[in-house]
């Protein structure tokens, strides 16, 4: 089974310039996460998808950041403007639907890492 | 917010001993629980879940849940260089939050041969 992917794996961009991550879960999967990890930090969820309907993105800078899911499988996260502060791991992970949400585990991709100069 | 408490180490065992990993969560009525090894510039890896109060084994690794206490712990039997890495500690979230991982910082463990 394969797993996560992520595009592109690393992006190097000036501040205020726009940047785009892209990410296919695990075949079957509905539900979709991104998650941002500092250096030195565990990750910590921008946004949640469940299909193509967003679940939560309570944690998401909707000034500059966007996502989107629209046919319910790969998924857009974008950066616009970025800042000095959105240097950090971009992590794609996705989780099946099975019985009760409260046991389903997450896997992840194996990232992006964005430096902002 | 949730809060996730790890040890930050950095945890330094010999070959073949055992590795304690400690992680403390402030939401009482949390009811799953992750592990996750992540390498030097590689993604988290899920390693254990555990949900019940009680111990849970799978190979080398043992993680061990108290809900009374808030406590989950990760013990890694034998272990290795290859065990070498970050460990984060992740909690799920409740309520509306219920598909989000809180995660602590992670304890870096360092494996010497």
């Known amino acids: 089974e394969a797993g996560v992917a992520q595009s592109p794996r690393y992006k190097i961009i000036e501040k205020r310039q726009s940047v785009a991550f892209w990410c296919n879960p695990i075949?079957?999967?509905?539900?979709l996460y991104w998650y941002q990890q500092i250096l030195g930090q565990g990750p910590k969820l921008l946004i949640q998808?469940?299909?193509?309907?967003?679940?939560?993105d309570s944690q998401l800078p909707k000034d500059r950041f966007s996502a989107e899911r629209l046919k319910g499988v790969d998924s857009t996260l974008k950066i616009q403007p970025a800042k000095l502060e959105d240097s950090a791991v971009y992590l794609c992970?996705?989780?099946?639907?099975?019985?009760?949400?409260?046991?389903?585990?997450?896997?992840f991709g194996p990232g992006t890492r964005l430096t902002v100069l | 917010q949730k809060e996730v408490e790890q040890n930050s180490g950095p945890l330094s065992v010999p070959e073949g001993a055992i590795a304690s990993l400690n992680c403390t969560y402030s939401?009482?009525?949390?009811?799953?629980f992750f592990w996750y090894r992540q390498y030097s510039g590689k993604s988290p890896e899920l390693i254990m879940s555990?949900?019940?109060?009680g111990d849970k084994e799978d190979g080398r690794f043992t993680a061990q849940l108290n809900k009374a206490s808030q406590y989950v712990s990760l013990l890694i039997r034998d272990s290795q260089p290859s065990d070498s890495a970050t460990y984060l500690c992740?909690?799920?979230?409740?309520?509306?939050?219920?598909?989000?991982?809180?995660f602590g910082r992670g304890t870096q463990l360092t494996v010497w041969p």
């Open positions: 992970a996705s989780s099946s639907i099975r019985g009760s949400e409260t046991y389903n585990e997450q896997f």
């Open positions: 075949s079957g999967h509905a539900t």
């Open positions: 998808f469940q299909n193509n309907g967003v679940v939560d």
């Open positions: 939401d009482r009525g949390s009811q799953s």
């Open positions: 555990i949900y019940s109060n």
């Open positions: 992740a909690v799920r979230g409740r309520g509306s939050t219920l598909g989000r991982l809180y």
